[in-house]
Structures are given as C-alpha cells and as structure tokens.
C-alpha cells in the first residue's frame, strides 16, 4: 500500500542456524521466523523509497527517477515472494501460520502490481506532468490492488507481531510491509 507508518522496532537478534535431521534442513518456529524477519526488512526498504516516490511523482519532479524506483520495487516484490516461497517450502516451516504467509504473499503479489502501475503513471507523466493527477488512467490502475496489499499486510501484522515478539524480532504496523 502506499501509506506511510512509523518505523519498526527492532528487538535482540535470534539464531539463524539449522539442524539437520536425515539430511534435510530443518528450520524450529524461531530460525523460520528469523528468516521471514529478514525479507520483511527488504520490504520495508522497498515501500518507504515508493512513498517517496509517490510524493515525487505527485509534485511532477524525478519522474524518470521515480519510474525507476518502482520497476526496482516491483523487481524486488517478485524476489521476496521467489524467497517467501522456498521458506514456505522448508521442513519445519509450519511453526509458521499459513494463513500468516498467505496474507504475506498476496499482500507482495498485489504490492508489486501497484509498483508496476505507478512505474507507468510515472512515465505517463514525463514531459506534461499535472500535480496531483489522481485522474491518470496509470494511478487508478493501482488503486483496488492497493487495497488488497493493505488488507493483507493487516491480516500479516496481526499474526506476526505476536510471534516476533515472542523471538525478540521487530514488528510493524501493516503500512511497512
């Protein structure tokens, strides 16, 4: 989503080791959830360089810049979700809620399709840009996507910030995800 929260804290860091059991990695509930805290920080990278390129973007200046960013934020959506998806995939993993995950994944899915949006509203924009188009066929392209990425970094908060407190790890509010 394209709301601007408060930055998360962060807590003691937790083991990221794995044991190995006949073979196989398997992650215990807090190197699982070690590991998703890491990708979470990547993410909220990502979102506040877009909110500041909305703003860019809203005010008619970087616009080239701006597009960049998005493209660049929507890249590494797909990324986080590739990485979200082999840590769904580890043994041991299910000390993670599925439905906690799901929310995640398809708060990144519809998170990099707003970027790819606002990449295009960005780019519509150079050369005649009007402040503040909220109009631009790009922008409003976004919006029902938005909402489903701020649904589901809602949903994902709620589950992860008990657990993250639970290992020392930070937690946030759904506008940082």
């Not at 394209?2 to 992650?27: D, E, H, I, K, Y």
């Not at 976004?142 to 407190?165: H, I």
Request: net charge neutral.
């Amino acid at each position: 989503s394209s709301a601007t929260g408060t930055t998360a804290s962060t807590g003691t860091s937790a083991s990221t080791g794995t044991s190995a059991s006949t073979g196989t990695s398997v992650l215990t509930q807090q190197q699982a959830a070690t590991a998703l805290s890491g990708l979470l920080v990547q993410s909220g990278t990502d979102h506040a360089d877009v909110n500041t390129a909305i703003a860019n973007v809203k005010g008619c200046t970087d616009l080239t810049a701006d597009a960049q960013t998005f493209t660049k934020a929507a890249a590494n959506r797909r990324t986080l979700l590739a990485l979200l998806a082999k840590l769904r995939q580890l043994p041991g993993r299910s000390g993670l809620s599925s439905a906690m995950l799901t929310d995640l994944t398809d708060s990144w899915q519809a998170s990099a399709t707003v970027d790819a949006d606002l990449a295009n509203w960005a780019t519509s924009e150079v050369g005649h840009c009007t402040k503040n188009d909220l109009g631009n066929r790009a922008y409003t392209a976004s919006l029902p996507y938005d909402s489903k990425a701020t649904n589901g970094e809602t949903a994902f908060v709620q589950q992860w910030n008990g657990l993250a407190r639970k290992y020392g790890l930070a937690v946030y509010q759904p506008s940082q995800i």
